[in-house]
C-alpha cells in the first residue's frame, strides 16, 4: 500500500478498494464506518487529553508557573491519570433530578462535537464527509450542543444549573450570528461552501492575505465569536466558577462530567480548525508569490503538520484571551453581540462583496 | 423547605417569579464561610441577607480568660491579613491604659510593618478581585509579590501571617539586621509591578464596564452603616484613623487619604490601588529613618490594667478597627469588644447589590474585601 | 454623527486597553524561565528557613546531655493555650539540700499557636523556637513531646 505524507488520497482509497474486493458492498461501508468512527474517536480521546495538559501548561506559563510536573515526565501523563480518576468515581445524581434527560445531556453535548468535526479537512484525503454545504453543515450541527447544555441544565433541578444553562443558551444563540456572518464573509470571497474546496483555494495566498482587512476584521469577528461559542472565558458565564460554581454541569460526577470538559475542549479544536481552515489556509502550505525556493521549502512540510500548527496557534491565542481577561456579565455579553459584532459582520460583509466585485484582492 | 420557612419569618413572600439561592456558606467567591441569601428574579438580585457565623470561635470569650500580652497573639487569627494592625491596636490599648510611652523606635518599626501589611493586604485584594471577576492570572501575580512581603515578615517576625509581633511595651524582637535592605530592594522592585496591575486589570474596558456605576453606596449610607476603610472613603466618607486620631509614627509622615466621590465599585478598586502607591511613599519616608533606641520598654512581668474603660482604635487594611477593654483592675480584661471593620462592611452589601445582577454582587461583595473569621470573630 | 464617532472611536478604545492586558501576560509567557514554582519535597535539601522562623518549641541540649531549664513553670503560666505541662520532682542535693529540679517539660505542639511567649519570658534561654516545619504525623499522640531527652540533667551554673 503507498503511504505518503502529503497526501492521503490513495492510502484511503486503497484502503476502500480493498475492502470492497474483498467483501460485499453493503459489509465493507459497514467496516468502513466502523474504521472511521473509531479514528474520530481515538482522536477526540487523544487529541481532548492532549489539549487540557496545553491549557494547563500555558496558563500556568502565563501565571508564572510550571504546571503539572509530577505525574510523568513534565507532567506528561498527568490529564491520563486524571481521566482514569474520573472514570473510577462514583456517579451520583441529584434524587430530585430528570433522570432521562439528566443522562442524555452529556451525550447530546459530545455527538454535537463529533457531527461538526467530520467535516474538517485534516490533510488532503483525510476528511471523512466532503460536503459542498460544508459551511453550511458545520454552523449547523455546531449549535446543537446547546441542546445538551440547557437539558443539563434544566434537568439537574439546581439552581445555579439553571442560570448557567439559561446563560448559555443565550449566548450561544446569539453568538451562532456573529460565526456564521463571518464564515458567510469568507464564503463570499471564496464562492464555494465546500471546505475542500474554500482549502484548494487558498494554494497560492491564504484567505487571511488575499482579502486583506474584510477578511482580517471576520478573523478578529470569529475569534471573539468562536470563543463565545466554546464556552470559553471571558465568555464563560455558564460555568462561572466565581458565581455559579460550576455551572451547567455542578451536579455532574464522573465520566459524566469529563464528557462536558471533553466535550469543550474538542469545541475549542473544532473553532480554531475552522479558522485555520477558512482563514489560515487550511493544511495548505505558506505560499508567497514568486519566491519559488522559499515556497519549496515550505512544501517540504507535510500537510498535516501545517494544519495541526495553525490550529495550536489559534487555540493559543484563544487560551492567550481566556488567561488574561474578566469574565463579561450576562447583558454586556448580548450587547457585545448585538451592538457591536453584528453591525460590525453586516458592513464587513457589504465590504467584502464590494472587494470581490471590484477583484481589488491579491 | 427550611429558605421558605425563613422568608416567612422575615415577613416576605416570594412572588412568582422569584426564587431564593443560598450562596455559601460553600460557595467560591464568598471566600471563606459566609452564606448569603439570595432572593433573585432571573438574574437580578432583589434581595441580600448575610448570615455570619458559620466560623464564629469565641476570640472575645476567650480574652477574657487570659492576660493581655497573650490576647495579641489571637487578634492575628480574626482579620488575618492585617495581623500587625490587630496586634498593635491591643498593644496600643494596653499603653495608653498603662500611660506608657513607647520609644520612637518602636513607633517607626509598627508604621513601616502596618504599611507593610497593608500592601500585602491589598496585593491579595486585588488578586482575588480579579478571580472574582474571572481573570485568573492576576491571582498569581498579586501573590507573586504578597510573598516576598511574608518572607520580610517572616525574617523579622518569625512567621509569615500570624505574626505576633508588637507586645505591650514595644515589640517582640528588634528588627532584623537584613530588614531595611530587604524592605528598600522590594519597594525598587515593587514599583516596577504595580504599574503591570494597572495595566492588566485598572485600564481593562471588561473591568471598567463590569464595575463602573455598580454597587453605588451614598456617603450618608456609608456612614448611616459604618462603612469604613478603602470602602467607605470610595464613598467620600473621610475616615482614615491614620487621618483624624494618629497614632504611632504616622504623625511623622507626610501622606494623602485616598478619598473618591464616585461611589462604586470601580471606585472602591481604585481607592485601594491608589492606597498601594500611598503605603509605599509612607515606607519611603520611614525605612532610612528609624531611630536608634530600644525595641521595646520594660513592662512588669504581669500587666494589670487600672479599673475603666478604654479604646483604641487603628485603621487595618479593611476598615477601622477597634479594641474596647473593660477593666476590673485584674490581669485578665473584664470584657473585651472588637469592633472589626469587615461586620459593618457586610451588612451594607444589600444596599449595594439590590437592582444588578448575580455576577455584579459577586464583584461588590470583593470590593467590600471581606475576612469571614474578621467578620465572625 | 458625532456618536457614530464615539462608538468606532471606543471599539478602538476597548481593544486597546485588551491589547495592553495581553501584553503584560505574553510577557510572562515568553520568559518561562523566570517561573516562580518551588518543586517542594525535591529542594528539600536546599530549602533554608530564617533563623527566627517559629516552627516548634525546642530545648537545645549540650553534648553532656545538659539543658538550661530550671523547671520553674513561668513557661506553662504564659502560654495562653495550655500547650506547656512541666512536672518537677524532688531530689537530694549532695549537700543533703533538698530540690525540685525538672523531671518532664511536656510540650503539646498539637494546641501550640507559636506566639514566642514562653520563649520570650524564659529566665534562662532553656527553651528556643527550632525551624522545623514538617510537623504531620499519623498519629496525634506524637505531637506531645517531652522536650528534655532522658537522663539530661540541668547545666552547672544556671541561676535557680
Known amino acids: 500500500m503507498a503511504f505518503n505524507i502529503y497526501d492521503f488520497t490513495t492510502l484511503t482509497h486503497n484502503i476502500h478498494v480493498g475492502l470492497a474486493e474483498s467483501f460485499s458492498p453493503f459489509v465493507a461501508t459497514t467496516i468502513e464506518w466502523v474504521i472511521v468512527g473509531v479514528v474520530y474517536l481515538l482522536f477526540i480521546a487523544v487529541f481532548g487529553l492532549f489539549l487540557v495538559y496545553a491549557e494547563r501548561k500555558v496558563c500556568a506559563a502565563f501565571q508564572q508557573r510550571l504546571g503539572p510536573m509530577r505525574v510523568g515526565p513534565w507532567g506528561l501523563l498527568q490529564t491520563i491519570a486524571d481521566f482514569i480518576k474520573l472514570l473510577m468515581k462514583e456517579l451520583i445524581m441529584p434524587r430530585k433530578a430528570d433522570y432521562f434527560l439528566y443522562n442524555l445531556a452529556p451525550y447530546l453535548v459530545i455527538i454535537a462535537s463529533f457531527l461538526a468535526i467530520s467535516v474538517l479537512p485534516f490533510a488532503p484525503g483525510l476528511q471523512s464527509m466532503d460536503f459542498d454545504i460544508g459551511v453550511f453543515y458545520l454552523t449547523a450541527v455546531s449549535s446543537v450542543g446547546v441542546i445538551g447544555i440547557l437539558l443539563a441544565g434544566w434537568s439537574s433541578n439546581n439552581k445555579y444549573s439553571l442560570i448557567g444553562a439559561m446563560r448559555s443558551g443565550a449566548q450561544i444563540l446569539s453568538y451562532e450570528l456573529s460565526v456564521s456572518l463571518s464564515l458567510m464573509t469568507m464564503v463570499v470571497f471564496a464562492g464555494t461552501m465546500q471546505f475542500s474546496a474554500i482549502v484548494e483555494g487558498q494554494r497560492d495566498a491564504w484567505f487571511i492575505f488575499s482579502g486583506h482587512v474584510p477578511a482580517i476584521i471576520a478573523f478578529v469577528v470569529f475569534l471573539v465569536a468562536g470563543t463565545a461559542e466554546t464556552n470559553r472565558g471571558p465568555f464563560d458565564l455558564a460555568e462561572a466558577e466565581s458565581e455559579l460554581v460550576a455551572g451547567f454541569h455542578t451536579e455532574y460526577s464522573g465520566i459524566k462530567f469529563a464528557m462536558f470538559f471533553l466535550a469543550e475542549y474538542i469545541n475549542l479544536f473544532i473553532i480554531s480548525a475552522v479558522a485555520a481552515t477558512v482563514f489560515l489556509g487550511g493544511w495548505m502550505p505558506l505560499h508567497f508569490g514568486n519566491l519559488e525556493s522559499f515556497n519549496h521549502v515550505m512544501d517540504f512540510i507535510p500537510p498535516f503538520i501545517w494544519f495541526f500548527g495553525k490550529v495550536l496557534f489559534v487555540i493559543f491565542i484563544i487560551m492567550w484571551f481566556k488567561w488574561t481577561f474578566p469574565r463579561l456579565r450576562v447583558d454586556q455579553i448580548l450587547t457585545l453581540e448585538w451592538k457591536y459584532l453584528l453591525p460590525i459582520n453586516l458592513v464587513n460583509i457589504l465590504l467584502m462583496a464590494l472587494v470581490v466585485l471590484t477583484k481589488f484582492h491579491f | ?377 | 454623527m458625532k456618536s457614530f464617532i464615539e462608538y468606532i472611536v471606543s471599539i478602538f478604545k476597548g481593544l486597546w486597553t485588551l491589547l495592553t492586558g495581553m501584553k503584560v501576560t505574553a510577557k510572562y509567557f515568553f520568559t518561562p524561565w523566570k517561573h516562580l514554582t518551588h518543586q517542594y519535597p525535591e529542594n528539600r535539601d536546599t530549602l533554608v528557613m530564617f533563623e527566627r522562623f517559629r516552627g516548634e518549641v525546642i530545648m537545645p541540649h549540650s553534648e553532656k546531655n545538659e539543658h538550661l531549664c530550671t523547671g520553674c513553670g513561668i513557661c506553662e503560666i504564659n502560654c495562653p493555650n495550655g500547650s506547656i505541662e512541666i512536672i518537677s520532682k524532688s531530689i537530694l542535693t549532695p549537700e543533703g539540700k533538698k530540690k525540685r529540679i525538672i523531671d518532664q517539660h511536656i510540650y503539646h505542639l498539637g494546641m501550640c499557636t507559636f506566639c514566642n511567649l514562653c520563649v520570650k519570658a524564659c529566665p534562662t534561654g532553656a527553651i528556643v523556637m527550632g525551624q522545623k516545619f514538617e510537623h504531620a504525623v499519623w498519629d496525634r499522640a506524637k505531637l506531645t513531646k517531652v522536650l528534655n531527652q532522658p537522663g539530661s540533667v540541668i547545666a552547672a551554673g544556671v541561676k535557680e
Open chain 2, 1 to 377: 423547605m427550611s429558605e421558605i420557612k425563613e422568608v416567612i419569618i422575615n415577613n416576605d413572600r416570594l412572588a412568582t417569579d422569584e426564587y431564593l439561592v443560598n450562596m455559601g456558606p460553600q460557595h467560591p467567591s464568598t471566600h471563606g464561610v459566609l452564606r448569603l441569601l439570595v432572593k433573585l428574579e432571573g438574574e437580578k438580585v432583589l434581595n441580600v441577607q448575610p448570615h455570619s457565623g458559620y466560623i464564629h470561635s469565641g476570640i472575645e470569650k476567650m480574652c477574657e480568660a487570659i492576660s493581655y500580652p497573650q490576647i495579641i497573639h489571637l487578634t492575628d487569627r480574626m482579620d488575618y491579613l492585617s495581623a500587625h494592625m490587630n496586634n498593635e491596636a491591643v498593644a496600643l490599648c494596653v499603653e495608653k491604659a498603662l500611660q506608657v510611652e513607647v520609644p520612637d523606635r518602636v513607633k517607626y518599626i509598627r508604621t513601616i510593618m502596618d504599611e507593610l501589611s497593608r500592601l500585602a493586604s491589598h496585593q491579595l485584594w486585588w488578586c482575588v478581585f480579579g478571580m472574582d471577576l474571572g481573570a485568573l492570572t492576576t491571582f498569581f501575580y498579586g501573590l507573586r509579590d504578597r510573598e516576598l512581603i511574608l518572607d520580610i515578615f517572616e525574617e523579622t517576625c518569625g512567621a509569615r501571617m500570624t505574626v505576633s509581633y508588637n507586645t505591650p511595651g514595644g515589640l517582640m524582637a528588634d528588627i532584623h539586621p537584613n530588614f531595611q535592605k530587604r524592605v528598600k530592594d522590594y519597594l525598587k522592585y515593587f514599583k516596577t509591578k504595580l504599574p503591570e496591575y494597572d495595566k492588566l486589570l485598572s485600564g481593562n474596558v471588561i473591568l471598567k464596564e463590569r464595575t463602573e456605576g455598580i454597587g453605588y453606596l451614598t456617603k450618608e449610607d456609608a456612614i448611616e452603616y459604618g462603612v469604613t476603610g478603602p470602602s467607605g472613603r470610595a464613598s467620600g466618607f473621610s475616615c482614615d484613623v491614620r487621618k483624624h486620631v494618629p497614632y504611632s509614627a504616622y504623625p511623622f509622615v507626610k501622606f494623602n487619604e485616598i478619598l473618591d466621590h464616585r461611589c462604586d465599585t470601580y471606585a472602591r478598586y481604585e481607592v485601594r490601588i491608589k492606597e498601594m502607591y500611598e503605603s509605599i511613599s509612607i515606607i519611603e519616608q520611614l525605612i532610612d529613618n528609624i531611630p536608634a533606641g530600644d525595641y521595646a520598654v520594660k513592662m512588669k512581668g504581669v500587666l494589670k490594667l487600672p479599673e475603666g474603660e478604654f479604646y483604641q482604635r487603628v485603621e487595618s487594611a479593611r476598615g477601622e478597627f477597634g479594641v474596647f477593654i473593660v477593666s476590673d483592675g485584674k490581669k485578665n480584661p473584664y470584657r473585651l469588644k472588637f469592633r472589626s471593620p469587615g461586620f459593618s462592611n457586610l451588612f451594607a452589601l444589600n444596599k449595594m447589590a439590590t437592582g444588578h445582577k448575580i455576577a455584579d454582587l459577586v464583584a461588590i461583595m470583593s470590593t467590600l474585601d471581606l475576612i469571614i473569621p474578621d467578620i465572625d470573630r
